[in-house]
Nanobody, 127 residues
Framework: QVQLVESGGGLVQPGGSLRLSCAAS????????IGWFRQAPGKEREGVSC????????YYADSVKGRFTITRDNVKNTVYLQMDSLKPEDTAVYYC????????????????????WGQGTQVTVSS
């Protein structure tokens, strides 16, 4: 059974940092492009970032470029999203997802291109 489990969310003040983790079981992550998405209340799901299976390519949405960093540790079967300089508008449930497709295909961050999803972790940025 494939499982992606996100962790690391929480409440942080504006300007603060969080590191999200996405741990996989049942699949070998280095076969997959991994993406992070987020969904704020009343808004559509938004693609945030993705990373190729060998970490050679990364994509970031304009809204997080320069503040978020995606990395992966294929030995630990885990992908991370380091989030710095957080803003209130970053408040959302964050999901990781795995796609068998190349990052060249999935940089559009279309949810339909991703095969497996985690349950999400809440990030709240507020003073």
């Amino acid at each position: 059974q494939v499982q992606l489990v996100e962790s690391g969310g929480g409440l942080v003040q504006p300007g603060g940092s969080l590191r999200l983790s996405c741990a996989a079981s049942g699949i070998t992550l280095d076969h997959y492009t991994i993406g992070w998405f987020r969904q704020a209340p009343g808004k559509e799901r938004e693609g945030v970032s993705c990373i190729s299976h060998r970490s050679s390519s990364r994509y970031y949405a304009d809204s997080v470029k320069g503040r978020f960093t995606i990395t992966r540790d294929n030995v630990k079967n885990t992908v991370y999203l380091q989030m710095d300089s957080l803003k209130p508008e970053d408040t959302a449930v964050y999901y990781c997802a795995a796609s068998i497709l190349s990052i060249v295909v999935v940089t559009t961050m279309d949810s339909d291109d991703f095969d497996y999803w985690g349950q999400g972790t809440q990030v709240t940025v507020s003073s």
